[in-house]
């Protein structure tokens, strides 16, 4: 196995292990009510605490990998997550596992951005696509195989973060061994290496993929837990519709090979609208397999095409900071999710599934106006060499 391939499979792994934290305790609600002796309500914010901090840290350790450099904050990270996990092994009481989950998803952030800037930059050029496609596939199949773990296991939620600490630190170990040593970031024109957070918002491509990013795993997370809700009127197996799902997370794969045929952001666009179309599936009483494996197979391909529309439209000393707002806004949508789903089931199926559906179809029209004003202006300037 050459280096490159070693690295990619371990950063999948790690990315796996690590995203998985945020869907982990959906199906675990009831489990760590009962733990705790606490309220299913406060219980169910074990996921939404995880989640606004993990999408807080994004904002930090990105610009800070564009600083310090991607193998430090990587492997750092990674240790400091293996140690907060085993800490929130030991919580007395929900208070406790509930701020325990504040300091793990906050240093878990260290991961998903960095890792995408080390393939960005570290991988050969003509793998690059096809590993962000890899990397992306990794951080969506944590949702399924995570929730099929905590509902399939018969241990406690203090156990499960016993048994899971040990592997945080094990990967940061073998990240350490393939992850190229860090460059010093050359000075830009102003002497500073910094990135600025102005000139990003200045870029439509960028500014409007944050946008669209916010969007899609609500659209996800919104179908997940609609489908708890639905299950628990036994209507429907929730693990049933989330093995249809399963599969078409595969299209991840194919995204590097769709974004060279159409482009990364016509990529992002069609799999936004085939996830709405999902949800608008999902509201045909008995369709919930069917919409499951649609939303899916959007979902595959929306993330990937964002994530590569980002890291071609930034410029080299602001990537890192864009990929973290980016994975920032795209989980601040999957945080979002959980109590916008809870209000939205009781006006019915329409609005749980509907919203989502309108709010992706929206983020997709914005962005499609981006690109048709970028190209306007390009086609009136005259050719500069530049990409």
Not at 151 to 164: D, Q, R
Request: charged share 10%; net charge positive.
């Amino acid at each position: 196995m050459t280096r490159s391939n070693l690295l990619m499979a371990l950063l999948m792994l790690t990315g796996i292990i690590v995203v998985g934290q945020l869907y982990l305790t959906i199906p675990m609600i009831s489990a760590i009510a009962a733990e705790f002796s606490a309220e299913t309500q406060t219980a169910s914010w074990a996921g939404t605490a995880f989640g606004f901090a993990y999408a807080c840290g994004f904002l930090v350790f990105g610009p800070l990998s564009d600083r310090v450099g991607r193998r430090v904050v990587l492997v750092a990270g990674l240790v400091a997550v293996g140690l907060a996990t085993f800490l929130l092994s030991l919580s007395a009481d929900i208070s406790q596992f509930l701020t325990g989950r504040v300091v793990q998803g906050f240093l878990a952030a260290s991961f998903p951005p960095v890792a995408l800037t080390v393939i960005a930059e570290a991988l050969p050029l003509e793998k690059r696509a096809f590993g962000i496609s890899l990397m992306s596939f990794a951080f969506l199949i944590a949702a399924p195989l995570s929730q099929f773990f905590g509902a399939g296991i018969s241990e406690t939620a203090t156990s499960i973060m016993f048994m899971l600490s040990p592997l945080y630190v094990i990967m940061a170990a073998a990240l350490l061994m393939v992850v190229p040593r860090d460059q010093r970031a050359k000075p830009s024109a102003a002497g500073k290496p910094h990135s600025h957070l102005s000139e990003m918002f200045a870029n439509a491509m960028v500014s409007t993929s944050w946008l669209a990013a916010l969007t899609v795993l609500l659209g996800f997370v919104s179908f997940q837990v609609g489908t708890v809700l639905l299950a628990q009127d036994g209507g429907i197996s929730a693990q049933t519709v989330r093995l249809a799902g399963l599969p078409p997370l595969a299209l991840s794969l194919f995204a590097a090979y769709l974004s060279k045929r159409w482009t990364p952001s016509v990529t992002g666009r069609v799999g936004m609208v085939v996830a709405a179309l999902g949800l608008a599936v999902a509201v045909i009483p008995g369709a919930m397999i069917a919409a499951s494996a649609i939303i899916s197979a959007g979902v595959a391909l929306a993330v990937p095409g964002l994530i590569a529309t980002i890291a071609g439209a930034a410029a080299d000393h602001n990537r890192g900071l864009a990929m973290s707002v980016y994975t920032f806004c795209l989980f601040v949508g999957a945080s979002v999710a959980p109590p916008l789903a809870l209000s939205l089931s009781g006006i019915g199926t329409a609005a749980l599934f509907g919203l989502p559906a309108a709010v992706l179809l929206i983020a997709a029209l914005i962005l499609t106006l981006a690109v048709s004003r970028r190209a306007k202006a390009h086609s009136l300037q005259p050719a500069t060499g530049e990409r």
